[in-house]
């Protein structure tokens, strides 16, 4: 059953991190840590089920969906070191 998750490990792992980031970015904005946690479970549970029908009906697209994936994930970790190195 695992094995069809496993083409998608590096969006996984790295939109984990982006997750973390822009969490972060809400801690440091003075965001209610509350309500951003209570936002990003539901985020992250959206995902979950998105991702779990998503990878049955769209398998044959996994490179697609890789590089898609991954880019977003580079431009948002981009734009967030960027507001951060200029203290926005």
């Known amino acids: 059953m695992l094995e069809q998750y496993l083409p998608f490990v590096?969006?996984?792992i790295f939109g984990n991190i982006e997750n973390?980031?822009?969490s972060?970015?809400?801690?440091?904005?003075?965001v209610n840590p509350v309500k951003?946690?209570?936002?990003?479970i539901l985020c992250?549970?959206?995902w979950l089920i998105?991702?779990?029908f998503g990878t049955q009906l769209?398998?044959?697209y996994v490179d697609f969906i890789d590089f898609i994936g991954g880019l977003a994930i580079f431009i948002l970790g981009a734009?967030?070191?960027v507001k951060s190195i200029r203290g926005e």
Request: overall charge neutral; hydrophobic content about 60%; proline content about 0%.
């Open 10 to 12: 590096g969006l996984i």
């Open 36 to 40: 951003l946690g209570i936002v990003s």
């Open 79 to 81: 734009q967030a070191m």
């Open 58 to 60: 769209l398998i044959n």
């Open 50 to 52: 998105i991702g779990t």
């Open 24 to 30: 972060s970015q809400g801690v440091v904005a003075g």
């Open 44 to 46: 992250v549970s959206m």
């Open 20 to 22: 973390l980031v822009l």
